[in-house]
């Protein structure tokens, strides 16, 4: 079926822009496309030719320019419009002028129809799973990336290239990314990942690994109406003193855990921090697995569902292994877009 899917898509793709248009129809639309383009009078290089070719140039593996200035004129061609030199300066400055906010209402439109796509089926509990992660790409080797996101400190000037910080958001639900937010890539992942809160919502389950287990976090999540599961942070691990709380079993226990007195690495104000809860009633579940070399470890995981008998830690220990989902979709993004760092 796959080999079929990609005969199908190179038969459709082959010729002109018009191929991706027509495989993308039924989510963007040329009605949609057209009501949200503020390059309308620009026919050969407008926003809605120029978004395919750069589509084109992603999907068919870094496509050149030249590649996509042919595609535009073949397109041209069909519409009986005039057709474009065979420069790509044209084109290249045509990509960099395409407007945010014309990407983030088609990102918003591919996430909706997502959405509306999600049954019970897709979900665990009624809840929508959430993956959060993050890592790090390379750059242009430009004067204005340096200066926003340096190259590694270990790196001789001149002998490398910027790296920028990037934490995503994935609805495990559907496979799209809600949001991604980026940092310098020395900046720790918890603070990119404060401003991804605001996109939880009520009914979401938030899976995360122990960097993003803290008391702001966790904290701002259950604010806005969303469960978290995660690993525990390895700072409250090693400090972890199984006999303290309630006992549920010789493998859980319910804990609460105190406001720490001092924001470190946080980026809320005094007052916000203030604001957080004073306490905050989680549970706890243990359980060994075997790492990658084979060793049998001890793993404690960290979740906001205290109902140990609707949500039995089995369950709970299988769903965390989920997660995993998000480093994958991680990889496939920055070996498509050809930011692998």
Same mark, same amino acid.
């Given at each position: 079926?796959?080999?079929?899917i990609?005969?199908?898509?190179?038969?459709?793709?082959q010729?002109s *822009?018009?191929?991706?248009?027509?495989?993308?129809?039924?989510?963007?639309?040329?009605?949609?496309?057209?009501?949200?383009d503020? =390059?309308?009078?620009?026919?050969? !290089?407008?926003?809605?030719?120029?978004?395919?070719a750069?589509? +084109?140039?992603?999907?068919?593996a870094?496509?050149?320019?030249? $590649?996509?200035?042919?595609?535009i004129?073949?397109?041209?061609?069909?519409?009986?419009?005039?057709?474009?030199?065979?420069? =790509?300066?044209?084109?290249?400055q045509?990509?960099?002028?395409?407007?945010?906010?014309?990407? $983030?209402?088609?990102?918003?439109?591919?996430? =909706?129809?997502?959405?509306?796509?999600?049954? =019970?089926?897709?979900?665990?509990?009624? !809840?929508? *799973?959430?993956?959060?992660?993050?890592?790090?790409?390379?750059?242009?080797d430009?004067?204005?990336?340096?200066?926003?996101?340096?190259?590694?400190s270990?790196? $001789?000037?001149?002998?490398? !290239?910027?790296v920028?910080?990037?934490?995503?958001?994935?609805?495990?639900s559907?496979?799209?990314?809600?949001?991604?937010?980026?940092?310098?890539?020395?900046?720790?992942?918890?603070?990119? +990942?404060?401003?991804?809160?605001?996109? *939880?919502?009520?009914?979401?389950?938030?899976?995360?690994?122990?960097a !993003?287990?803290?008391?702001?976090?966790? +904290?701002?999540?259950?604010?806005?109406?969303?469960?978290?599961?995660?690993?525990l942070?390895?700072?409250?691990?090693?400090?972890?003193?199984? $006999?303290?709380?309630?006992?549920?079993?010789?493998?859980?226990?319910?804990?609460?855990?105190k406001?720490?007195?001092?924001?470190?690495?946080?980026?809320?104000?005094?007052?916000?921090?203030?604001?957080?809860?004073?306490?905050?009633?989680?549970?706890?579940?243990?359980?060994?697995?075997?790492?990658?070399?084979?060793?049998?470890?001890?793993?404690?995981?960290?979740?906001?569902l205290?109902?140990?008998?609707?949500?039995?830690?089995?369950?709970?220990a299988?769903?965390?292994?989920?997660?995993?989902?998000?480093?994958?979709?991680?990889?496939? *993004?920055?070996?498509?877009l050809?930011?692998?760092?």
């Amino acid at each position: 079926m796959q080999a079929a899917i990609r005969q199908s898509r190179a038969i459709i793709t082959q010729h002109s *822009l018009s191929g991706y248009a027509v495989l993308f129809e039924d989510i963007l639309s040329g009605d949609f496309l057209k009501s949200i383009d503020p =390059t309308q009078r620009q026919r050969s !290089f407008g926003h809605i030719p120029v978004l395919w070719a750069w589509l +084109a140039q992603i999907l068919e593996a870094n496509a050149s320019c030249s $590649k996509a200035v042919g595609l535009i004129q073949s397109w041209c061609r069909v519409c009986k419009l005039p057709i474009p030199s065979s420069c =790509t300066s044209s084109y290249c400055q045509a990509r960099q002028r395409i407007q945010v906010d014309f990407l $983030k209402q088609i990102h918003d439109r591919i996430i =909706t129809r997502l959405s509306c796509r999600v049954t =019970t089926r897709n979900q665990w509990h009624n !809840f929508t *799973l959430k993956a959060m992660d993050g890592s790090s790409v390379q750059l242009m080797d430009t004067t204005a990336n340096q200066e926003l996101y340096p190259q590694p400190s270990s790196q $001789k000037p001149g002998c490398g !290239f910027p790296v920028m910080g990037i934490v995503g958001l994935l609805n495990l639900s559907h496979g799209g990314w809600e949001h991604v937010e980026t940092c310098p890539y020395s900046d720790h992942d918890s603070k990119a +990942a404060a401003k991804l809160t605001k996109h *939880l919502q009520d009914g979401d389950l938030l899976l995360a690994d122990r960097a !993003f287990c803290s008391y702001e976090l966790i +904290a701002s999540s259950l604010a806005r109406g969303s469960e978290v599961l995660m690993r525990l942070h390895q700072a409250r691990s090693k400090a972890l003193d199984w $006999k303290q709380g309630k006992r549920i079993g010789p493998n859980e226990r319910i804990v609460t855990w105190k406001r720490p007195q001092y924001r470190v690495g946080s980026t809320l104000s005094v007052d916000q921090w203030k604001h957080l809860p004073e306490t905050l009633t989680l549970r706890l579940i243990r359980f060994g697995y075997e790492n990658r070399e084979g060793n049998k470890v001890r793993m404690i995981l960290v979740t906001s569902l205290i109902d140990y008998k609707k949500y039995p830690e089995v369950e709970l220990a299988t769903l965390y292994h989920q997660r995993w989902d998000v480093e994958l979709k991680l990889r496939d *993004l920055k070996t498509t877009l050809g930011m692998d760092c």
